[in-house]
């Protein structure tokens, strides 16, 4: 049996994007929910229980966070972009109190998952893991990389040893089959086609926030109708999008609105208290499907069996801390 402590574990709730709803100027969580997610300890948790029982003895550390997963948010809608923009900028309310973005790890980016805290642990817990040195100007990539780290999972040990040396895990060599990229011959004309498309999703993109109408002018256009939709087992109102649609709802039908057709919808539809621009077949274009293969790309993937992989490094040590 191992002889190494035991790591502890933490059940935190869990919410997705699509589940925060809006009523007048405030974000909301679903009070009822009951999903959530393990965590493992680590120097951001040992922290926050600190700073949570200096304040509120009987509080537990799991009622002050909630984990929000994005993996539905749709980055080709710039609605749902800028809603999710604003749950970072002004936070989420649960249970009666305002929950804030909090520190994010590199694990947490790749799995679209961001934490909240409720706002008034969150001074407390950076001046504890900063040790109070907030930097007046910084790169913002470079200090959420910092402070990720405090994320990583983390046990205590039962004394501190004056020395400790951790190396690297490495080994001279390693034989096993791999595959490689490798530049192959080119397919000038697809890539052609790829260029080409890339140009015109950029000039796209940028049209339809320099051309897009105005809300008087969508007030003024015929609105379509809404239905209602079985959305993640409960029901909700939709645009009703049998003729017209909206930028997103032709995109789902591999079609974009033409740049000059942007600032001239036919309809609109009232959604979420907004309104939207829709527009007819007309005004649409198809959307070219571009192959992609080796040859429009100019690599190819080469197996090599028993490759020889010399001075491998698989980590490069470990931490401790006080």
């Known amino acids: 049996m191992s002889s190494n402590p035991t790591r502890n574990q933490y059940q935190i709730k869990l919410f997705h994007f699509n589940e925060i709803t809006h009523a007048g100027d405030q974000l909301f969580a679903p009070p009822s929910n009951t999903r959530t997610i393990t965590v493992s300890d680590s120097i951001y948790l040992d922290q926050l229980k600190r700073v949570v029982a200096e304040r509120d003895p009987s509080t537990d550390v799991t009622e002050v966070i909630f984990m929000l997963k994005a993996d539905q948010v749709d980055e080709d809608d710039p609605f749902q972009l800028a809603l999710f923009e604003r749950m970072l900028r002004e936070g989420i309310y649960y249970n009666g109190g305002k929950y804030v973005r909090s520190i994010k790890s590199p694990a947490m980016g790749r799995t679209q998952r961001t934490e909240f805290i409720q706002e008034k642990y969150v001074a407390d817990l950076y001046r504890h893991i900063t040790l109070g040195k907030m930097p007046p100007l910084t790169n913002i990539h470079k200090w959420e990389a910092a402070l990720g780290v405090s994320r990583s999972a983390a046990q205590p040990v039962p004394y501190v040893p004056r020395i400790v040396v951790i190396p690297d895990y490495e080994k001279d060599t390693i034989i096993e089959d791999v595959w490689k990229v490798e530049k192959c011959a080119e397919n ?135």
């Open 188 to 322: 000038l004309e697809q890539q052609k086609l790829i260029f080409d498309e890339k140009t015109k999703q950029r000039e796209y993109f940028k049209a339809k926030k320099e051309l897009k109408p105005s809300k008087e002018h969508l007030h003024k256009l015929e609105r379509i109708p809404n239905k209602t939709i079985s959305w993640n087992g409960r029901t909700k109102s939709a645009p009703d999008q049998n003729e017209y649609k909206t930028f997103n709802g032709w995109n789902k039908h591999n079609r974009r609105v033409k740049l000059e057709a942007i600032p001239f919808p036919t309809r609109s539809v009232m959604y979420n208290d907004e309104l939207y621009p829709c527009y007819s077949i007309e005004q649409t274009e198809e959307i070219p499907i571009i192959v992609i293969n080796e040859e429009s790309i100019g690599f190819k993937r080469v197996e090599y069996p028993s490759y020889k992989n010399k001075n491998v490094q698989f980590f490069d040590g470990q931490g401790l801390m006080n």
